[in-house]
């Protein structure tokens, strides 16, 4: 595949100039790998099943706080859908396991946590910030804002193999991205849903700081004025064995061909 002339990167499918968390996420990570996903639209041809897994429990729980419907009987629904698309699995993993985790995660939700919750303000809530110092608008999603046990949260869901460590809420930038959409929340925190043999909900609560903001936003402008000016090198390190462009990296164009497509 041939590489990228260097075009107005800080841009939304539509055209139109935007930053997020997981854009701003995803230079930090890799640079090359931001220009490789978001300018030259590659994709896996075959996606991560922990990541499809992940989206349709989102969806799940959306359709719990929208619309008061079942989340069990939606995540059933859409990961049938699931059965047969071209998913690449972990080496323990399978379609029948995900789908045996995701309904007994989504009852325990529903017996033991969601009776924490208070009014729901909203879900899946859109948020755009037009801040001075950017380059381009920011804008994102929140999974959830409720009152939790009694004090105004803005909740983010994750899915994941194993526990998470005390420091990642403390230390989410996208916790603090939230934080800057919805500044009267007293707190955020992140659900993590853990898909172990024995399911397990973890609540990881933290606060922002005006000073901690302050450095999520320079941060954010340090990143959006590098795409903007068509920055982009590869960041070399252990995580290169596990990247879906590890091929594009290495100029093995038919590995390339073989595991990517590009989508627009």
């Known amino acids: 595949m ?29 640079p090359e790998q931001y220009r490789l996903y978001y300018v030259k639209g590659l994709r896996p041809r075959s996606p991560s099943a922990s990541l499809a897994f992940g989206q349709i ?14 989340p069990v009987q939606r995540f059933r629904e859409s990961w049938e859908g699931a059965r047969e698309a071209a998913l690449t699995y972990a080496q323990r993993d399978s379609w029948e396991k995900m789908a045996e985790a995701g309904e007994r995660l ?3 939700f529903v017996t033991e946590e969601l009776p924490k919750l208070g009014r729901v303000e909203s879900a899946e809530k859109e948020f755009r910030l037009d801040i001075t110092s950017l380059e381009a608008p920011l804008i994102g999603f929140m999974d959830l804002v409720a009152e939790v046990e009694g004090v105004r949260t803005v909740v983010d869901f994750k899915t994941s193999g194993s526990k998470y460590g005390e420091h990642e809420a403390a230390m989410s930038d996208q916790l603090t991205a939230y934080q800057l959409a919805e500044p009267e929340v007293e707190q955020s925190a992140l659900c993590v849903l853990v898909r172990t043999k024995t399911p397990k909900i973890e609540w990881h609560i933290t606060t922002r ?17 590098e795409i903007h000016d068509g920055r982009f090198f590869k960041r070399p390190g252990m995580w290169c064995s596990f990247c879906d462009y590890l091929p594009v990296c290495t100029g093995n164009a038919q590995k390339a061909e073989e595991t990517l497509v590009q989508i627009f």
């Open 106 to 108: 989504l009852e325990k």
């Open 209 to 225: 700081s005006p000073e901690q903001i302050q450095e999520y936003l320079a941060k954010a402008d340090v990143v959006a004025s």
């Open 57 to 70: 429990v989102h969806q799940a729980l959306a359709h719990l706080f929208q619309e008061r419907g079942d």
């Open 2 to 30: 041939e590489s990228a002339t260097l075009t107005p990167p800080v841009r939304s499918r539509t055209g139109a100039p935007h930053l997020s968390y997981s854009r701003i996420q995803r230079y930090l990570h890799c």
